[in-house]
């Protein structure tokens, strides 16, 4: 089965320590998405890619980084500089634009705790 | 700059009743697509039904609908015959066909069904 995969679906970890989330995806999608949804909040876009080795900023990437090494990998890391880390977060993947109407494809999302 | 507006933070629906979610979004351009997604409480994002704007007849997924009006810029989203399991979070969102990856997504609508 085609779809996109999170891990772990919790995680703790400790302020000041770096943390990375994994997404990975097996339906041949160039785009890739990371998103951050707060209790009650809609989704913010941190990162996004449109091809491997190439990524851009989304509406909220301070604190986050990304890597696009592998076509199916995406996987978003939550530095220590980022100030607010405890969220939801989401990856994301689609077609590119032009390719036809390109919903997006959604992961179960991992939960963060930053104590 | 495109926006997507939902007006309702919050709705409730009878069960076996029908219900209108409202979305309403602002964009110069002529050719796009529009979605709604659902978020139940697993928050699992699940694609519910798009519409693609050059194409006048609204889509519709079994008991979801949309009312898509081009000009007034509205795209609501009708539930018929509402069963409990489609308590969730609903998010309307655009995409356009040019060159940009990204989504814009609404605030979401909660929407309660009542046994």
């Known amino acids: 089965d085609g779809g996109i995969t999170q891990s772990p679906k919790y995680l703790f970890r400790k302020e000041g320590q770096n943390v990375t989330l994994s997404c990975e995806q097996n339906?041949?999608?160039?785009?890739m998405y990371w998103y951050r949804q707060d209790p009650g909040q809609g989704l913010r876009l941190i990162y996004y890619?449109?091809?491997?080795?190439?990524?851009q900023k989304g509406d909220i990437a301070e604190g986050y980084s990304v890597s696009r090494e592998k076509k199916e990998s995406f996987p978003l890391t939550v530095t220590s500089a980022q100030k607010n880390p405890t969220a939801f977060y989401l990856c994301?993947?689609?077609?590119?634009?032009?390719?036809?109407?390109?919903?997006?494809?959604f992961g179960p999302g991992t939960r963060l705790t930053v104590t | 700059a495109q926006t997507v507006t939902q007006s309702q933070p919050e709705m409730s629906v009878q069960e076996a009743e029908t219900v209108t979610l409202s979305c309403t979004y602002d964009?110069?351009?002529?050719?796009?697509?529009l979605f709604w997604y659902k978020q139940p409480p697993s928050r699992q994002m699940i694609l519910v039904i798009r519409?693609?704007?050059?194409?006048?007849q609204n889509a519709t997924e079994n008991r979801f609908s949309v009312n898509f009006q081009k000009a007034a810029k509205s795209f609501s989203l009708k539930i018929s015959d509402s069963q409990l399991g489609d308590a969730a979070m609903y998010f309307c969102?655009?995409?356009?066909?040019?060159?940009?990856?990204?989504?814009?997504f609404g605030t979401g609508t909660r929407l309660k069904v009542l046994a």
């Open positions: 339906l041949n999608h160039d785009a």
């Open positions: 969102a655009y995409r356009s066909t040019s060159g940009t990856y990204k989504y814009i």
């Open positions: 994301a993947s689609s077609i590119a634009p032009g390719q036809g109407v390109g919903e997006q494809y």
């Open positions: 890619s449109q091809i491997v080795n190439d990524f």
């Open positions: 519409q693609e704007a050059y194409k006048q």
């Open positions: 964009t110069s351009e002529s050719d796009y697509y």
